[in-house]
């Protein structure tokens, strides 16, 4: 079997493109907060069967009741699930079980605003020590580039069979999560997805998964290209956030209305997008991103400042 590069596929990488094709795939959900949940649902709308993964035993036992803990997302979300095409454990020594995996864990800041991979690196350990043949694994975390290719498969590669052999045998990509809480006009499965693997097969077996439950999928270069486009997309949010705030304190003091002027400079149709003053940054990116840019860039030389 080839593919369209005229390159060899695996059979692991046939074999596992086949169950997808075949809604026969098994997709497991590592992490299940605001990302994980709707992810799991929408795998479970396309056809496939979820098995979800989470540290804590109160999120199984309210999703085994029907009950969703994420009060946004409704218990809806949850009861279209319940069934035999849904699962969620704890026990991890079931990460065997999914032909899919997706790693939605929090990235969060250390405490001097470093990078904290440590949950990445621990899924990715637990992973490894699991991993068998045919298995695609996918991070979702916001992160910066090279993350996917050197800290999250470097901790697969340490603890799986060294006989394993990326590409070949099991797959890796990263696809940004681009969850926005509390917002109904667009849902995980109508938000396009952007898809990039460490090797060809991986990005050809992740588009195809995905678009099981995501009606538009953007395979792209690589991991780091996909890695690179979320920091890029929150970055430009805080940016303009931050901006929007502070001419507002400006105009203020001039006596100017802040919302006049946006309307004013809406109505340019190239070059502008609308952004409004509010209380200022949040969530579990905006206001983290561009330190990991910050981070990344020291260590190539080329430090920035936001």
Same mark, same amino acid.
Not at 87 to 93: H, Q
Not at 105 to 112: C, E, F, Q, V
Not at 214 to 225: D, G, K, L, M
């Given at each position: ?34 990302? !994980? ?7 479970? *709308? &396309?056809? +496939?069967? %979820? =098995?979800?993964?989470?540290?804590? #035993? ?9 009950k ?18 849904f ?7 079931r ?9 939605c ?8 605003r ?9 899924a !990715? ?7 068998? *043949? &045919?298995? +695609?694994? %996918? =991070?979702?975390?916001?992160?910066? #580039? ?10 697969i ?32 499965g ?54 929007v ?62």
């Open positions: 079997m080839t593919n369209h590069a005229n390159q060899t596929v695996s059979a692991a990488a046939a074999a596992l493109r086949e169950k997808i094709d075949r809604c026969s795939a098994v997709c497991g959900v590592i992490g299940l907060g605001y990302v !994980g949940i709707p992810l799991a649902h929408a795998f479970h *709308r &396309g056809g +496939l069967s %979820v =098995l979800g993964f989470d540290i804590d #035993p109160v999120k199984i036992e309210s999703l085994a009741a029907g969703n803990y994420l009060a946004h997302l409704g218990d809806g979300m949850i009861t279209d699930m319940l069934g035999d095409r699962d969620a454990t704890t026990d991890f020594d990460l065997a079980d999914p032909d899919c995996l997706f790693v864990l929090p990235t969060p800041l250390g405490a001097h470093e990078p904290d991979l440590s949950y990445v690196v621990k !990715g350990e637990q992973i490894g020590v699991r991993l068998r *043949r &045919g298995q +695609l694994v %996918v =991070l979702e975390s916001t992160t910066y #580039p090279g993350t996917t290719r050197d800290e999250f498969h470097g901790a590669r340490s603890t799986c069979d060294p006989d394993l052999t990326l590409g070949v045998d099991y797959f890796i990509a990263y696809s940004p999560e681009r969850e926005d809480p509390g917002r109904t006009s667009h849902t995980t109508s938000t396009p997805k952007l898809v990039g693997g460490l090797d060809e097969a991986s990005t050809e077996l992740a588009a195809a998964v995905y678009a099981r439950g995501i009606e538009t999928v953007q395979p792209v270069a690589s991991a780091e290209v996909a890695e690179a486009a979320k920091l890029l997309e929150n970055i430009f949010r805080a940016v303009n956030i931050a901006l705030n502070e001419m507002k304190v400006v105009l203020t003091e001039l006596g100017i209305d802040i919302w006049d002027v946006v309307r004013a400079a809406s109505t340019k149709p190239f070059g502008f997008m609308p952004f409004y003053p509010g209380p200022g940054l949040g969530g579990h990116c905006i206001p983290i991103d561009p330190f990991y840019l910050t981070w990344k860039a020291k260590e190539v030389g080329r430090p920035t400042r936001f």
